[in-house]
């Protein structure tokens, strides 16, 4: 996968955490997640699209206005790829930080599996 479509397809994965109307949430995620794609973190594991937007969901109802940042560039190789990323406050203030571990489909339309974990770290 070439690192400028990745980085597309992460900082759209971004945008819909970002993202407060649930229709646009759903329609930029159906665009990059097919629907058995799974989604891990410390407190939640998503095994379809349905459940990713219903987790992306209560995010927003717990910090509204908030936006997801890719932090710095992504490190990309084959079909998978490592980001920082920030949570910001409406004030700008990082809510939480962590990075994300990316497999991207094998034709490179999007994404089959995110991992992410929570914390101060550094590629």
Do not use: N
Request: net charge negative; charged share 25%.
């Amino acid at each position: 996968m070439e690192p400028d479509t990745a980085t597309e397809l992460i900082d759209e994965y971004c945008r819909a955490w970002s993202e407060p109307d649930p229709a646009v949430r759903a329609r930029i995620l159906h665009g990059l997640w097919p629907d058995d794609a799974s989604y891990t973190d410390p407190t939640v594991h998503a095994a379809c699209r349905a459940e990713l937007l219903a987790h992306l969901a209560a995010v927003q109802s717990r910090r509204p206005g908030s936006k997801v940042v890719r932090a710095g560039p992504a490190d990309v190789h084959h079909a998978c790829a490592a980001f920082l990323w920030h949570a910001v406050g409406v004030d700008g203030a990082i809510l939480r930080q962590g990075i994300d571990f990316v497999e991207f489909m094998a034709d490179g339309s999007g994404m089959r599996r995110v991992v992410g974990f929570f914390g101060a770290y550094r590629l």
